[in-house]
């Protein structure tokens, strides 16, 4: 029986999460929950699953984290605030199910260096489906992870084309459903920039070794290609119940989770190169990841300034990795990586943001 902390409970991985573990009341406790803000969801759920410690927003899920024994901690808040948590669950001695990137995009060093081997299970599909694939061989054998990425809804468009659509084509996901932040990411493929940084921080292979592939059906969600010209992948119909039990449960799967591909009919699976013009959030991601320090800091804060000015009216799509970049290029990166120092660079990318697309 293991006993879990679910932070971001009331949101699409925490409510996911919860299905898994109601189905599987045998191999799961349920000792903590976490909300944003949605007191009355997250209260229900503790009545249901008959949970005495419960928590709102990030500072509090820090504390719960630190006070209720626990033996996994699945981190699914959004955003850079998942940072506190993510650092409690390492520090507590926790595993560490991980569905907030932000938390260790933007912590980096900060993270990897409290975190014991095999600490940080991921959740993010196409970083389980790595974690599953890195089994077949051992760490020096792995020549390239490469991550799939749906396209979004405007795969194949030029970067033209894409001046003009709104907030709503954006939101138009074509396989996920999630929420308007990490769409929207979808859309402009900063998600995959973001998950190319975390592949390097959870695997520890160089970013020029990590290659991002369009694949629409969004059934292939990772490979990893080996020295002998072996290429490793995981495939299952999308579904974050998978990737999600994983993670609670690492490294066993629970029978059922998920429904099987069918492989009496007849599919197609195609593969296509990532269009850097158009979609230039990918490069610059690793130009970032690769200056580390509060670089990436600096990135995930520009692009939720940007993107709330996009859904505000108040930028254009292509707009917003041009703020991004622009706020990248601006930065000037302090001589430490600390908490405080992270909160006066996102503060400072945040502000500076602002003034960029104002001027826009």
Request: aromatic residues 4%; hydrophobic residues 45%.
């Amino acid at each position: 029986m293991r006993r879990v902390v679910i932070l971001g409970s009331t949101g699409s991985i925490g409510t996911q999460a919860l299905d898994v573990i109601r189905a599987h009341p045998d191999r799961f406790e349920v000792v903590g929950l976490a909300a944003g803000s949605d007191r009355s969801g997250v209260e229900a759920q503790a009545e249901e699953f008959g949970v005495d410690d419960i928590a709102l927003g990030a500072v509090e899920a820090e504390q719960l984290v630190r006070d209720v024994p626990a033996d996994v901690v699945l981190n699914g808040i959004t955003g850079s605030v998942g940072l506190g948590p993510t650092l409690a669950a390492l520090e507590e001695g926790r595993t560490l199910a991980l569905a907030n990137k932000e938390s260790l995009i933007v912590g980096g060093d900060l993270v990897t260096d409290l975190a014991a081997p095999g600490q940080i299970v991921p959740v993010d599909s196409e970083h389980s489906a790595i974690a599953q694939a890195l089994r077949s061989g051992e760490p020096g054998e792995v020549r390239r992870l490469v991550l799939t990425a749906s396209g979004g809804p405007f795969r194949g468009r030029s970067r033209a084309e894409l001046a003009d659509v709104s907030p709503a084509q954006a939101l138009a996901h074509p396989t996920w459903d999630m929420g308007r932040v990490v769409t929207t990411n979808s859309a402009t493929l900063v998600n995959k920039g973001l998950e190319v940084i975390e592949a390097h921080l959870l695997f520890d292979v160089p970013y020029e070794h990590i290659d991002v592939v369009v694949h629409p059906q969004s059934i292939v969600h990772s490979m990893v290609e080996f020295l002998d010209g072996s290429t490793i992948a995981q495939a299952s119909p999308p579904d974050m119940r998978l990737p999600i039990s994983l993670g609670l449960d690492w490294p066993h799967r629970i029978a059922g989770v998920g429904a099987p591909l069918d492989w009496t009919r007849a599919t197609q699976w195609t593969f296509e190169p990532l269009d850097e013009e158009a979609f230039g959030s990918v490069a610059l991601a690793k130009r970032v990841g690769r200056a580390g320090g509060t670089y990436p800091a600096v990135f995930n804060a520009a692009n939720e300034q940007a993107v709330e000015a996009f859904h505000d009216g108040r930028l254009g799509f292509l707009g917003i990795v041009d703020v991004i970049e622009r706020v990248v290029e601006r930065h000037e990166a302090p001589d430490a990586l600390t908490r405080e120092s992270l909160a006066e660079a996102e503060s400072w990318a945040r502000r500076t943001s602002d003034a960029v697309i104002a001027a826009l």
